[in-house]
């Protein structure tokens, strides 16, 4: 099992930064993808950034194209945390914003079904 915690999440203007963490513990891999993700209400949760690696190789990071030059998503494997360093926050980036881990290197890193481990969200909140 693996366990993850997002943190960081808050009350903002629109313009303002955030970067959120997921720590994670438990099972280790050899290669993994994580993947963040968001979930609006009333709509469905959908991607915003991925990050794949094997052993201290990054092998991609990968955007929506709604977050692509405004979101920046990096790891630190010591400290066991992806980030999630959001600027230029608009109004419609509000949600619970989700990290999800699959413990294999993954072509599929926009399909939420692909992911093994979810954590419970952060809320993200941007006001005009």
């Known amino acids: 099992q693996v366990q993850l915690v997002e943190s960081g999440g808050g009350l903002v203007l629109a313009g303002a930064s955030l970067r959120l963490s997921c720590a994670a513990s438990?099972?280790?891999?050899?290669?993994?993808?994580v993947g963040w993700f968001r979930q609006a209400p009333g709509k469905e949760r959908a991607f915003v950034a991925a990050?794949?690696?094997?052993?201290?190789?990054?092998?991609?990071?990968a955007y929506a194209d709604s977050v692509k030059g405004r979101f920046t998503i990096s790891r630190n494997n010591a400290k066991n945390t992806v980030y999630l360093q959001m600027n230029s926050l608009k109004p419609e980036d509000t949600a619970v914003y989700y990290c999800?881990?699959?413990?294999?290197?993954?072509?599929?890193?926009?399909?939420?079904?692909?992911?093994?481990?979810w954590g419970q969200g952060t809320q993200v909140t941007v006001s005009s």
């Open positions: 999800a881990v699959q413990g294999r290197g993954s072509l599929y890193y926009t399909e939420a079904l692909r992911y093994d481990y």
């Open positions: 438990g099972r280790t891999f050899s290669t993994y993808t």
């Open positions: 990050v794949s690696w094997s052993g201290g190789t990054t092998i991609y990071t």
